[in-house]
């Protein structure tokens, strides 16, 4: 599955690989009325899955 610009600028951000270049264009796409849904929908499918990972690490043992 190919990424949308938007995913693939939001994965740079997060593994901290953006250039300048895309970092505006990222800013210009969360102020643009037309993309923030998008933006926003990707940024929260990432932090749920962030959160299923705190609440999975979180979890206690089982006991052996």
């Avoid at 990424?3 to 300048?20: C, P, Q, V």
């Avoid at 929908?41 to 052996?64: A, C, G, H, T």
């Amino acid at each position: 599955m190919s990424l949308s610009r938007a995913e693939y600028l939001i994965e740079k951000l997060i593994s901290n690989k953006l250039s300048g270049e895309e970092l505006s264009e990222l800013l210009d796409g969360v102020s643009n009325e037309n993309d923030q849904q998008h933006y926003s929908e990707i940024l929260e499918i990432y932090f749920n899955r962030l959160v299923e990972q705190n609440d999975e690490n979180e979890k206690p043992e089982s006991n052996k």
